[in-house]
Nanobody, 123 residues
Framework: QVQLVESGGGSVQAGGSLRLSCQASGYTYSRACMGWFRQAPGKEREGVAITRTGFGTSYADSVKGRFTAYRDNAKNTLYLQMNSLKPEDTAMYYC?????????????????WGQGTHVTVSS
């Protein structure tokens, strides 16, 4: 049974930092594409970062230079280090997995989602 469990959300002032974690289980983690998505109130869900070992990491333009996604394959864990947070980063953040990518990762080929963790950035 595939499970993705996020943690690390919370409230922070603008300019601050948070680190999100996603504990994965139930599949071959090291092979999968792992990603972070977010959804702000009244907006569609959008991709934040997506990564696969050996294929690099892609970021949304809005977070480049501020967010870093990285994974620990030995711990089956994905992280999102978020620095220089802005009020517009306020959203529910979701961990996502594409279990059997053919090549690189695709924002639209997600097989499983976590329940989400909320991030609030105040000005």
């Amino acid at each position: 049974q595939v499970q993705l469990v996020e943690s690390g959300g919370g409230s922070v002032q603008a300019g601050g930092s948070l680190r999100l974690s996603c504990q994965a289980s139930g599949y071959t983690y090291s092979r999968a594409c792992m990603g972070w998505f977010r959804q702000a109130p009244g907006k569609e869900r959008e991709g934040v970062a997506i990564t696969r070992t050996g294929f690099g990491t892609s970021y949304a333009d809005s977070v480049k230079g501020r967010f870093t996604a990285y994974r620990d394959n030995a711990k089956n864990t994905l992280y999102l280090q978020m620095n220089s947070l802005k009020p517009e980063d306020t959203a529910m953040y979701y961990c996502a997995a594409e279990l059997n990518p053919i090549d690189g990762c695709s924002w639209s080929s997600i097989d499983y989602w976590g329940q989400g963790t909320h991030v609030t950035v105040s000005s």
